[in-house]
């Protein structure tokens, strides 16, 4: 009976360890952003802000021709985008742009790595810049429904953690929404007119996190103090 | 007793990794495979790398600190602003003028004026280009750090060239000249250069 106590206080301890530990990692206060100064007003008005700690976000990238509003197949592959619910739901949640061949960004970015006979060019990639899906103009989805369960498929192939808090960061997994956040375009910006500012894209927040820790400890206490009363009990008893 | 060993298996590590099934049974191979512990191979190339296009040259005998945020401005996509901050000002100012412009354009922005080494750290992985105070009575454009450890400015003075300081020192200098940097929030900064995983060696 003692060593059946002794246990249960045991795993009573870990499991309220164990939860404390959970309880510190996903706090709710734990900022995700870095603290600095932005400055409201020009001279000593300094307010500490939050800076958006974006720089892992996705990228998608539609790379065509100069004259891409002409040609059918490329023109149509931009509509996907911008008219299938998961596509532009997608692209919302992502740094979504379409890229012509002779500006500047993709003769600097995109040039040396893709040929011309390619295009279009369909490019998903992470914050480093790595290609984690890419269909060109031979392999391109023949439909938006094909290319939004392709993509789709770029986020659902990724192994899904049974315990969130081993999950990798960032993790994004876009899901259709009715009316995703369009991405502001910067030259729709008025002149000398307030702006507002796109909202930084926050990564989801665990708020599960806490209570399954309160869980943790919580039944860690009841387990001990039934391992003691119940030990109590037995020596009463006996 | 079994829900707490269950606990503590949950706890201790039993981790399981489910891979969902995709639409189709047939591999998609417009995934690119998954490599991990690949590297970016642009070592040497800057987060925030500018094309020469929208590097704004310094302009009416000492406009560096202007030419250094509309360069920032090109960068984020915001080329109207650029444009029209370049037509409407222009002569010596400092990063609390380019602020205070910032404020009256509407534009959110950020900003350090006490040297904190952090803001451009944040600066450099975001993929945000700054206007800094460097070099004597002078300002330019941070372009970032590269994978090598070095920082990337471009001199409005000579817009076309690149400079490369080892990061230390950059530091230590950017300090030196009041540590004052600016950057923009918002806009849309352009993907990094695309790179695969490299092919298996099969010798």
């Known amino acids: ?238 | 007793m079994r829900l707490f060993v269950l606990l503590l298996l949950v706890c201790c590590g039993c981790d399981v990794e489910v891979q969902m099934d995709m639409a189709s049974d047939k591999p998609d191979h417009r995934i690119q495979p998954d490599c991990s512990g690949a590297e970016c191979p642009y070592r040497d190339v800057p987060f925030a790398d500018v094309p020469v296009e929208y590097r704004q040259a310094n302009y009416s005998g000492g406009s560096c600190n202007h030419a250094s945020i509309q360069t920032v401005l090109r960068y984020l996509g915001y080329h109207d602003l650029a444009a029209d901050w370049r037509k409407r000002h222009g002569g010596g100012a400092s990063a609390l003028d380019l602020a205070a412009i910032c404020k009256r354009y509407g534009v959110e922005y950020a900003a350090t004026f006490n040297g904190d080494v952090e803001f451009l750290a944040w600066c450099s992985r975001t993929g945000r280009p700054a206007a800094i105070h460097y070099y004597s009575n002078h300002a330019v454009t941070f372009a970032g750090y590269t994978l090598n450890g070095h920082a990337v400015l471009i001199d409005n003075n000579r817009p076309e060239t690149r400079i490369e300081i080892p990061k230390a020192e950059f530091v230590s200098n950017w300090k030196g000249y009041g540590g004052m940097a600016i950057t923009i929030l918002g806009g849309k900064r352009p993907p990094q250069r695309p790179w695969c995983c490299p092919r298996p060696n099969t010798e």
């Not at chain 1, 000593?44 to 998608?60: K, N, T």
């Not at chain 1, 999950?167 to 995703?180: A, L, N, W």
């Not at chain 1, 910006?189 to 209570?211: L, Q």
Request: hydrophobic share 40%; charged share 20%; aromatic share 8%.
């Open chain 1, 1 to 238: 009976m003692n060593a059946r106590v002794t246990v249960m206080v045991g795993f009573g301890l870990l499991a309220i360890a164990a939860g404390a530990l959970l309880f510190t990692e996903y706090s709710p206060t734990q900022a995700n952003t870095l603290p600095t100064q932005v400055v409201s007003q020009p001279v000593f008005a300094i307010e500490s802000a939050e800076l958006p700690e974006d720089g892992q976000r996705y990228c998608v990238s539609i790379l065509v021709h100069d004259d891409w509003r002409q040609r059918r197949d490329e023109s149509r592959i931009v509509s996907w985008w911008e008219v299938h619910p998961y596509l532009r739901s997608v692209a919302g949640q992502t740094t979504y742009d379409v890229y012509p061949m002779s500006g500047p960004r993709y003769q600097r970015y995109f040039a040396a790595a893709i040929r011309e006979a390619d295009l279009p060019v369909v490019l998903v990639q992470d914050g480093s810049g790595k290609v984690h899906w890419k269909a060109n103009r031979t392999d391109m989805p023949e439909s938006a429904e094909d290319m939004a369960a392709s993509v789709g498929g770029l986020f659902k192939s990724r192994p899904i953690y049974l315990l969130p808090w081993r999950r990798p960061k960032p993790c994004p997994q876009p899901s259709p929404t009715p009316e995703p956040s369009p991405q502001p375009t910067p030259n729709d910006v008025p002149i000398f007119e307030p702006v507002a500012e796109p909202e930084p894209v926050e990564e989801p927040k665990d708020s599960t996190m806490p209570i399954i820790a309160g869980l943790l400890i919580l039944g860690g206490v009841i387990g001990m103090i039934g391992g003691i009363v119940g030990g109590v009990k037995s020596r009463i008893g006996n």
